[in-house]
């Protein structure tokens, strides 16, 4: 006789486990937001190369790489960054990878 298996539901979380902190790292991420036809970058340490068409920022554990076309820095403040121009592509690669955007 062929037993059916029946597919459970999968639970929900504990409430405990939504409440807890978030991982050690969580608040070290990059952050960017688009607002106003350009790009806000939070957690910035340091431009790795810049051209009108590549733009590559050192965001701590990653390098994240602008594609397009007329890319500029408006303002540079801090750990903050505002990109400009056309954006076709974003790409982000692992700093300790050595596979940044700028290393190829």
């Not at 608040?27 to 009108?52: H, M, N, Q, S, W």
């Not at 590559?56 to 303002?75: K, Q």
Request: charged residues 30%; hydrophobic residues 40%.
């Amino acid at each position: 006789m062929n037993k059916r298996r029946h597919s459970r539901a999968p639970r929900p979380l504990p409430v405990r486990a939504l409440l807890r902190q978030p991982e050690r790292d969580f608040y070290r991420l990059p952050e960017l937001t688009i607002r106003g036809g350009a790009i806000l970058t939070d957690g910035c340490r340091k431009v790795l190369e810049f051209t009108p068409e590549k733009l590559c920022l050192d965001m701590g554990p990653l390098a994240v790489t602008f594609y397009g076309r007329g890319l500029r820095i408006e303002s540079l403040n801090g750990k903050r960054a505002v990109v400009a121009g056309t954006v076709t592509r974003i790409d982000f690669a692992a700093k300790w990878e050595g596979s940044y955007a700028g290393g190829a």
